[in-house]
Nanobody, 115 residues
């Protein structure tokens, strides 16, 4: 049973930073792709960033230059460093892992940007 546990969410002021973590049960080397999605109230869940097992990254246009996804295979953890946060970044952030055709999701962590 694969478990993904997110942490690091919270309330920050505009312009602030947060680092989200996604800890996986077992080795993340087993996953072809890992990533972060987010869902704001009343909106569809959207892709934020992904990273492949080879380290190739991909970002939504809205976060390019502000967010950085990384992985630490030794700690079985994927990170999302978020800088220059804006109110429109407010959402529940979910970790996702893909192994071949199977997707696994974490329970989410809330990020709120407000002054």
């Amino acid at each position: 049973q694969v478990q993904l546990v997110e942490s690091g969410g919270g309330l920050v002021q505009p312009g602030g930073s947060l680092r989200l973590s996604c800890a996986a049960s077992g080795s993340i080397s087993n996953f072809n792709v890992m990533g972060w999605h987010r869902q704001a109230p009343g909106k569809q869940r959207e892709l934020v960033a992904t990273i492949t097992s080879g380290g190739t990254t991909n970002y939504a246009d809205s976060v390019k230059g502000r967010f950085t996804i990384s992985r630490d295979n030794a700690r079985s953890t994927v990170y999302l460093q978020m800088n220059s946060l804006q109110p429109e970044d407010t959402a529940a952030y979910y970790c996702k892992a893909i192994r071949f055709t199977v997707q696994y999701w974490g329970q989410g962590t809330q990020v709120t940007i407000s002054s």
